[in-house]
């Protein structure tokens, strides 16, 4: 049997450490001397600081999760979080060939882990998960998941349109824009974030490429307005590849002029919470050390947990101030964004 001899083409996603996170605080020698003692200062007003840098840091990634993640379930404007909204989560990830095994994780707000708790009260299940539900109010493991209570994730805000159509077939493998029309002339938006489908594209499996039963899902990477025709052109992801790609094919055909284009949420100008499920490889977090300062009273940094903070402090005589600064320099980026999926609400 005759092999055909392929190159190896590595794939590669882009992430830049483009953030920059910090904050100051500002007490006298007086105050910390007399009023707080070290142990005291350091959980009066430390340990408050870098709760607030840290959730700062995990609500700015939990929008770009949420703006990267074309996967989405669920109905907008419900509150349900029954078995099978979750499964339906699982479901897309799976067929996207989440790892066999991986732990699968669901962010939900506190409505969503109430909506999900009061479904499941009935079930027969683990001893030990079932007392989570009626002593602590968490969910704990099911469904394929495990289930975490988050209040910083975000919302999606619709564009002003949510009927429109493709204008311009495509025709050019890995083309990542899709020209649409039928939006208000000058201000129909298509918000950042939204998911949508696009009529008779559907996806395809990634090994077989055999055509699912299910059309693809994309995601509008950046705002788009119309123009004074009502035509605009979407950034999206994934890019277009059929089979013509050489293993690239992740849709079965390339969108036509006049395809309809679904977005998840059916109201304009609404916003929706979005909860997610993810493998925690369909996402990267970094964080590197800076520059520290010479000629300081303190410059040190230390990495704690894959997060690296950098620590300044000097003295300003003419106030008699102590001021402490504490900085993060990270970025991060969906690496598997078809690992993980958005459930709205």
Known sequence: ?????????????????????????????AEIAT?????????????????????????????????????????????????????????????????????????????????????RKGLFNDTAEVAKLYKSGAMGRSDGFVFLENNLL???????????????TVSVEGQATLVVEGLTTTTGTVTKGTSFT??????????????????????????????????ATLSVSPAFYTSASDGLQNIDAFPVDGGTCTPVGATASTAYTQN??????????????LVKPDGTDIASQSTVNGVTVRVVRDYIPTTDKMIMRLDVLYGFAAVRPEWACKITA
């Open 154 to 168: 975000p919302q999606h805000t619709m564009g002003t349109d949510v009927t429109f159509e493709v204008r311009t």
């Open 35 to 119: 009023d707080l003692s070290l142990k005291s200062w350091a959980k009066r007003i430390l340990k408050p600081a870098m709760s607030r840098l840290g959730q700062g840091i995990e609500a700015e990634c939990l929008v770009l999760a949420k703006d990267a993640t074309y996967n989405s379930v669920g109905t907008s404007g419900t509150t349900v979080f029954g078995t099978d909204t979750m499964l339906s989560a699982r479901e897309k990830m799976k067929k996207n060939l989440a790892p066999m095994g991986a732990e699968m994780f669901a962010l939900l707000d506190s409505t969503a882990t109430r909506s999900a708790v009061n479904a």
């Open 198 to 231: 696009i009529g008779s594209v559907y996806g395809v499996h990634p090994i077989t490429k055999d055509t699912l039963p299910t059309l693809q899902q994309f995601v509008c990477t950046a705002l788009a307005t119309a123009d004074g025709s009502g035509y």
């Open 1 to 29: 049997v005759s092999s055909t001899i392929q190159d190896v083409v590595e794939e590669k996603v882009t992430l830049t450490l483009g953030s920059q996170r910090n904050i100051a605080v500002n007490l006298t020698s």
């Open 276 to 289: 997610l499920a993810y493998c925690k490889d369909a996402f990267r977090f970094v964080s590197v050390p």
